[in-house]
């Protein structure tokens, strides 16, 4: 986590994300504990809305000119609709959502 730490901070997103949604910048082991304070939900929806922020600077940002996140997206999205577009944007890029099985 420590790595996605450094290569966040490069893509400025203590600017572009967190003080646009006026959140804290995770630290190393956010998603990896229950230590960090935020409960699951919250932890749930920093995923989310990360990720849809480097979705949109991945498809339509020129080299070096990020954007800032626009407004959070809809509260009342269930987890499963925030799911199923983050899921929908990792296809888009190429993410394999069915690996093979192979024995150990």
């Not at 420590?2 to 290569?7: A, L, V, W």
């Not at 804290?24 to 749930?44: R, S």
Request: include cysteine; charge should be positive.
């Amino acid at each position: 986590m420590e790595d996605i730490s450094e290569k966040l901070n490069l893509l400025h997103y203590r600017a572009n994300f967190c003080r646009v949604l006026k959140k804290k910048p995770i630290c190393k082991n956010f998603f990896a504990t229950h230590e960090t304070g935020a409960n699951k939900e919250d932890k749930f929806w920093y995923f989310s809305e990360l990720c849809r922020w480097l979705s949109e600077n991945i498809r339509a940002t020129p080299k070096g000119k990020l954007k800032p996140v626009k407004e959070a997206t809809e509260p009342e999205d269930s987890k499963e609709a925030r799911a199923t577009k983050v899921l929908q944007e990792a296809k888009k890029f190429g993410v394999n959502m069915n690996p093979p099985i192979t024995a150990d």
